[in-house]
């Protein structure tokens, strides 16, 4: 516990939120708000432990929180829905179990605002993961990235048109959003070929198998037999010869 504590890094604009809603008169408030959201990223924490992920570090922000893992990408993908499910359900469990103790008129606003809030599709959010999970059991890695970066900048651009007047806080909050979903965007190349690499070094374990004609249509939880030129390749073979292709054109 000590050291997941050593974890958590409070966000500047957090502390200004703090800071601001104290000076305004709504320490209580912002006091139920800060427990709402130890008690939502506790439901990922718990869970992430029970699978043994490697949590990186546990942000604290003015809407919620964001707790990031270093872990591999090919993890299955049941932990990945449940570990970005869970703290949206511990919220419900605690809800359920304090709302008739706690005699706070916003303590169940504060709650169904986070819940919501969560489930929004736009990365880092719950819902982007959630929905992730869904795109990979569809179809490939690399096109559950693409759609997952598309989906959040479509809910960005609507949640600008609609809200980004109402208050500055809103204004920040979609600007991080924006940020993140960036950084994704940007990055998604290199999650790909982080993606191909483990499966080249890692003695990963699929029980299923998917026949698939190039890397691009590679899944989540399948290992995958390569059918080029009418033949059958085992996919440590093919991604052997494109790693060591790489690996000789850059020395």
């Known amino acids: 516990m000590k050291n997941i504590l050593n974890k958590i890094y ?22 139920y708000f800060m427990v709402v959201i130890i008690i939502h990223e506790l439901g990922h924490i718990l869970i992430s432990q029970l699978f043994k992920w490697n949590i990186e570090k546990i942000i604290i922000l003015p809407f919620g929180g964001l707790t990031k893992f270093n872990e591999i990408i090919n993890r299955p993908l ?3 829905f449940l570990i970005s499910i869970s703290g949206i ?23 169904y605002f986070i819940i919501m809030f969560n489930l929004i599709p736009i990365y880092p959010l719950d819902g982007s993961k959630i929905l992730n999970v869904i795109f ?7 096109n559950s990235m693409l759609l997952t970066v598309i989906i959040s900048y479509i809910f ?3 949640f600008s048109i609609y809200f980004i007047r109402i208050n ?4 920040l909050v979609l600007i991080f959003l924006l940020i993140e979903v960036n950084k994704l965007y940007k990055e998604r190349s290199e999650l790909f070929n982080k993606f191909l690499l483990e499966r080249y070094l890692k003695e990963l374990k699929f029980k299923r198998v998917k ?14 037999l390569f059918y080029i030129d009418n033949k059958y390749l085992t996919e440590k073979y093919l991604l052997k010869n494109i790693f060591d292709y790489e690996k000789r054109k850059n020395v």
Not at 89 to 111: E, H, P, W
Not at 168 to 171: A, C, H, K, Q
């Open 211 to 224: 026949t698939v004609k190039s890397v691009n249509e590679m899944k989540k939880d399948y290992r995958h």
């Open 168 to 171: 500055n806080l809103i204004t």
């Open 136 to 142: 990979n059991k569809i179809t490939s890695f690399k």
């Open 89 to 111: 359900l511990f919220q419900l469990f605690f809800l359920i179990l304090t709302k008739r103790y706690i005699k706070y008129d916003y303590f169940i606003v504060i709650n």
């Open 156 to 158: 960005i651009i609507i």
């Open 78 to 80: 049941i932990e990945e």
């Open 10 to 31: 409070f966000h500047p604009l957090f502390l200004i939120c703090v800071l601001v809603f104290t000076l305004m008169g709504y320490f209580k408030f912002i006091s």
